[in-house]
Structure formats: structure tokens, C-alpha cells
């Protein structure tokens, strides 16, 4: 009875609400930062005894004590010191034998010292952790996290000693039904602490988050705001672009909030000129430094315009698999290998599926002039009619937009992906837009729709959903799923909407280096073949906007089975997961080399 008081006391009196509710510190590029990245102790717990008592309750003796026997007859079932230990970054999956179709619970353990200065405040900072996780220091709980693709902060600055921390993280990748994603996905469920963690040093009070970016269909009016936290609210903020000869000052309001509104000559962010400017955010107590691009993004009938101008997607659709080495992608490496194989394809364009990507993607395409659609993973059968659910695909949408809204390259927020048509699933993903468009006006929302045959012939896009987006993805597998590569030859396309579309999937499996005639399955002929026939089809349809084949390199996936040919890889890569780049790479470069120089 006493352990239920102290522990039902322990969960109430978590510092990790309020912590939580401080939202995700900006640009931590731009601080002082210290990385908790390398091996950390790990113990698996496939039962969460960990965690919960033989009653299946909470336990107030967790492995988050870490605790050690003080005597020799004392009982502790645990030792993180004498236990295995995991690289962070990096999914558990691919470090070990035995982890490789784990979906449980992992314990991590890092020991750290930290002499926090005087007016400090101290944070952890997660790239991300898939998919539930609760985190820990010094014994003391910190907060949980759910999402495995977003990054979060708690606050440590009151807990944290100059010696002897340990950051206990527990971390759960079981799927669920009312989960996001749920169940059923087509990818790996890496599990782990898949990206970076460190430790972020600001002043007390802070530049805690902005946007600063062109105001809707101008293209030199910056508007935003600036938001400290701390107990200094009220500050003078000035932007600084220098390169520009920006120098605006603004006050903060009790809130610690200043909207921040001026008129630039800037040189558009562009993929032909992927323009940056230093910018510098800097308060009386703090200052931050960033690069940003400025565009506009915008549509007008069914053309997609970017500065004015309109533009065609010469996108591919990529996964956070790692280039060659597979498992996770995690890197900044990761991230220049794959956008360098997309631009090697004439892309100027990415859909990061099917999740919100790490921060060097994104920071990598804003430097290479590649635009991208990020989206979150609502993805196939979630329980729409459960709020929960809701909640928690409303709150992984803020996080990505938190992180990357200050990003020129990210032109387009996804909401789903392939989601059956019904009243609930419209009512939720237009929570979902509703949402978006309140956190960020400029950008354009889209979906992965599906598509249905009229009559034999004739495709048509009139998903009620397509109302409510700026841009439509359709994805269809014509020629893999649907029929011969042969069926696209006599297909002509409808949509009820006047209004971009971008074909965000198409595509079929091929083992690289498996030759066979253009009719024979999981060859690269055949793949070959269904993209010739994909492509004259595509260049058909009238109020096509841009193109996402799927995809650039084989992922891994516990749906594709096959011996021999899958082995649990999805073949659809345009290159082999070991880099190897199959014929279908060179159709889709020719085309897009030819529209290169139409545009
Ligand atoms: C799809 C899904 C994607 C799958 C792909 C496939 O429609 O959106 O996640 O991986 O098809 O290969 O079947």
C-alpha cells in the first residue's frame, strides 16, 4: 500500500509536464551543446519488469534508480554496468543479432558530469526515439514521449549535478492499434534512440523559438515572431540580416512573444539558387544564429508556383533507411548520400516518407536547393474515431513543423497516406490541416490519396479530402499492383479538382542484378518496362505537377518476405540498398533531365 502512495506521489509530482510544455527549443544547432552520442548501457526488457511490479503496476523501484546493492545480501536484479551497451545514434535492430525483430522495451544508461554555470538552464535534447519513451535523471522523472520520428526537450537545469548524473531512458517500440503509425505499416520498426542526444546550455532567459519567413504570396515581406522563455518576458529583440542590410527591432510582450514584421531585398531561395542568409535572432539576455532561405510557395488552378513562377516536381520518395549500411539513417553522411543520389537523378524535389526525416535532411536539402514534403506517419488504417489517436498524429504534426518551419526547402506538409475513404478519417484529417495551417500559413498541405476506376479506362481523383488540400498526391501502382506496365497505355486520368497533382507514388520491385525479360516479375527489366509505360502515361495527364516514383533505394520491410528475391527488403529502390543503381534509375533521369531543360 505504502509503495502505491509512493508511487501514484512519484507520478504526480513529475517535473516532466512542465518541462514537456516548454515545446521544442529552436535551431539547437545554434547553442551550446553537448552530445551525449556513443555507446550507453543497455539492458533488454521484453517483459517491462523494469518497470511494472508482479501486479503489473508501476514500480517505485524501477531501473530507472539504477540502484546498486549496498550489501552483499542485498537483492538486485539488474546492473546496467555488467550489461550490454548500444551506439547512440542508432536503432537497436541492426546492432545486435538477437535484436533484430525485438519490438519491446530497451533501458539506456549514460553517465555524464555537467558544471552548470550560474543563470543556465540546462536541457536533453532527443533527435528522436522510437516509439514511447520515458526518461529519467538522477532517479527522477523527467516526462514520457510519444512518436518516433519527432524531436523533444525536457528540462534538467534543477536536477542536474556537476558529477554523477545518469540519463535512464526507457524505450518501448511496440506497435499498437490506436497508435500513429498503427499496426500495419511497409517499413522497418527500427526501434531505439535513432538520433542524436545532447545536452543544450541556454541563458536563463532564452530565444526559445521564431519563424521568420516570407509572409504568404509576397516575396519580400519577412513575417513571424520571436519567444523567449524565462522570467525576463519583456525584451527588446532585434533580427539581424546582414547580408541584406536588415536590422529590425521589436518588444516582447508579457508572454515573452513579439510578432516581427519588416520589407527585405533578398535573393529567393530557389533549386537553381539555394540562397541562405545568416540571420541573427538576438535578445538582452540570449542571441541565436541561423541560416534561411526565403521563398514563396504557392498554387493558383492547378499550377504550383514557386517565386512567381511556375514549377514542376521532379521528386523521388525516400525513406530514413541508411545508404549502404542500412538500418536507421541517422547522419549528416546518411543525408548527403541519398539527396546526392536524388539530385544525380535530376530531383528537385523529395518526398521524405513517411515520417518526419532527421534534421540533416532537411538541412541538407535547404543547402542543395531540394524542395521536400514532409509529412507524419497517419499512415493506412489508424483509429480515426479515437481522440487519442488524434491527439497524439496533432501533436507529432506540431513537432515536425516545430523543427523545420523556419526551412525554405520544405514546401509541402503531408497529413496521410493511403487512408480508406469514411466520414471519421475526413473529420480527422482535417483536424489535422485545420492545425497545420494555424501553426504555419505559408506552406501548402497535401496528402497521399488513392485513386478509383470510373469505368475501365479512366482514373479519377475525387477523394473528398482533396477540398481541403492546396496540392494532391495520388499514388498508384499501375503495372505492379494494378495490372501489366502495359495497362498505362490506354489510362486517361480525371480529377475533380482544379488543383495541382503531384503522382506521390508508382513504382515496382526489382533485385538488382536479377535479369529476365521485360515480363518477368522482380527483374530489372520488368521495373524498366513499367516505368517506360509509367512515364508516357504520366506525361498525358493534363494537371500533372510533379512526380514522386517509389523509390530511391530499397528499404526494409517485415511484409516482403520472399526468399531469394525480398528477404524482407521492399525492391521498389530506384538504386539497391548497397548503392547499386538499377536500369529504372536511368529512365527516370532521362526524363527529368528532359524537363530540366524545358524549365
Ligand atoms: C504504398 C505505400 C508504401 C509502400 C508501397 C509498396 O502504397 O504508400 O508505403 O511501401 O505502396 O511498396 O507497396
Not at 536539402?365 to 481522440?387: C, F, H, K
Amino acid at each position: 500500500m505504502k509503495s502505491v502512495i509512493l508511487v501514484a506521489l512519484l507520478l504526480a509530482s513529475a517535473p516532466s509536464i512542465r518541462a514537456q510544455q516548454l515545446g521544442l527549443i529552436a535551431n539547437t544547432d545554434g547553442r551550446k551543446t553537448v552530445s551525449l552520442d556513443g555507446q550507453w548501457q543497455t539492458i533488454i526488457d521484453p517483459y517491462e519488469s523494469g518497470y511494472y511490479d508482479y501486479r503489473y503496476q508501476p514500480s517505485a523501484n524501477g531501473f530507472f534508480r539504477n540502484a546498486k546493492p549496498k550489501s552483499k545480501s542485498d537483492l538486485i536484479e539488474y546492473d546496467f554496468d555488467s550489461s550490454g551497451a548500444l551506439k547512440v545514434p542508432g536503432d537497436w535492430n541492426t546492432q545486435a543479432d538477437q535484436l533484430f525483430f525485438y519490438e519491446g522495451t530497451i533501458w539506456y544508461k549514460k553517465s555524464f558530469d555537467y558544471q552548470r554555470k550560474p543563470n543556465t538552464r540546462l536541457f536533453v535534447y532527443f533527435g528522436a526515439a522510437n516509439y514511447l519513451t520515458d526518461v529519467y535523471l538522477n532517479g527522477q522523472k523527467l516526462g514520457q514521449h510519444e512518436g518516433g520520428f519527432t524531436a523533444f526537450n525536457f528540462e534538467i537545469t534543477n536536477l542536474v549535478r556537476d558529477t554523477g548524473n545518469f540519463l535512464i531512458v526507457k524505450v518501448d517500440n511496440k506497435r499498437r492499434r490506436d497508435a500513429v503509425p498503427t499496426l500495419m505499416t511497409d517499413w522497418w520498426n527500427y526501434g531505439g534512440l535513432t538520433r542524436n542526444v545532447r545536452l543544450v546550455e541556454t541563458p536563463n532567459t532564452f530565444v526559445h523559438d521564431y519563424m521568420i519567413q516570407l509572409e504568404k504570396g509576397s516575396r519580400d515581406h519577412i513575417s513571424g515572431w520571436v519567444k523567449l522563455s524565462g522570467d525576463r518576458l519583456n525584451q527588446k529583440i532585434t533580427v539581424r540580416i546582414p547580408e541584406a542590410g536588415v536590422s529590425k527591432s521589436f518588444t516582447t510582450d508579457a508572454n515573452g512573444i513579439a510578432s516581427i514584421d519588416f520589407n527585405a531585398n533578398l535573393r529567393l531561395w530557389s533549386p537553381e539558387d539555394p540562397k541562405l542568409y545568416d540571420v541573427a535572432i538576438e535578445a538582452e539576455t540570449d542571441q541565436v544564429q541561423d541560416q534561411i532561405g526565403f521563398r514563396s510557395i504557392e498554387t493558383k488552378g492547378t499550377d504550383i508556383l514557386l517565386n512567381g513562377r511556375p514549377i514542376f516536381l521532379r521528386g523521388v520518395c525516400i525513406h530514413e533507411e541508411a545508404p549502404l549500411r542500412s538500418g536507421r539513417a541517422y547522419s549528416q553522411e546518411d543525408a548527403r548520400t541519398l539527396l546526392g543520389w536524388a539530385k544525380e537523378l535530376g530531383a528537385n524535389f523529395v518526398r521524405l516518407a513517411h515520417y518526419p526525416h532527421n534534421e540533416f535532411m532537411i538541412r541538407e536539402a535547404d543547402r542543395l536547393g531540394i524542395m521536400v514534403w514532409s509529412e507524419i506517419p497517419v499512415y493506412w488504417t489508424i483509429l480515426w474515431e479515437n481522440p487519442a489517436t488524434l491527439e497524439n498524429a496533432r501533436n507529432q504534426l506540431s513537432e515536425m513543423i516545430a523543427r523545420d518551419k523556419n526551412r525554405a526547402a520544405v514546401v509541402i506538409w503531408s497529413v496521410a497516406n493511403e487512408t480508406p475513404l469514411s466520414d471519421a478519417r475526413l473529420s480527422f484529417l482535417k483536424k489535422l490541416i485545420e492545425h497545420a495551417r494555424s501553426l504555419d500559413r505559408g506552406r501548402l498541405m497535401s496528402a497521399a490519396m488513392e485513386r478509383h476506376y470510373v469505368d475501365p479506362k479512366t482514373q479519377m481523383i475525387d477523394d473528398p479530402l482533396g477540398e481541403y488540400l492546396d496540392v494532391l498526391g495520388c499514388n498508384e501502382y499501375v503495372g505492379w499492383y494494378d495490372g501489366l506496365p502495359e495497362k498505362a497505355d490506354g489510362l486517361v486520368w480525371k480529377t475533380k479538382y482544379q488543383k495541382p497533382v503531384v503522382m506521390s507514388e508508382f513504382g515496382g520491385d526489382a533485385l538488382y542484378g536479377h535479369h529476365g525479360d521485360a515480363s518477368t516479375r522482380w527483374t530489372e527489366e520488368y521495373q524498366e518496362n513499367l516505368y517506360r509505360h509509367q512515364l508516357s502515361m504520366l506525361k498525358r495527364i493534363p494537371f500533372l505537377r510533379g512526380t514522386a516514383p517509389w523509390i530511391l533505394m530499397d528499404f526494409r520491410s517485415p511484409r516482403r518476405p520472399l526468399p531469394k528475391i525480398q528477404d524482407y527488403w521492399n525492391r521498389k529502390g530506384l538504386i539497391s540498398n548497397r548503392g547499386e543503381k538499377k536500369k529504372a534509375f536511368y529512365v527516370m533521369q532521362e526524363y527529368y533531365r528532359e524537363l530540366g531543360r524545358i524549365q
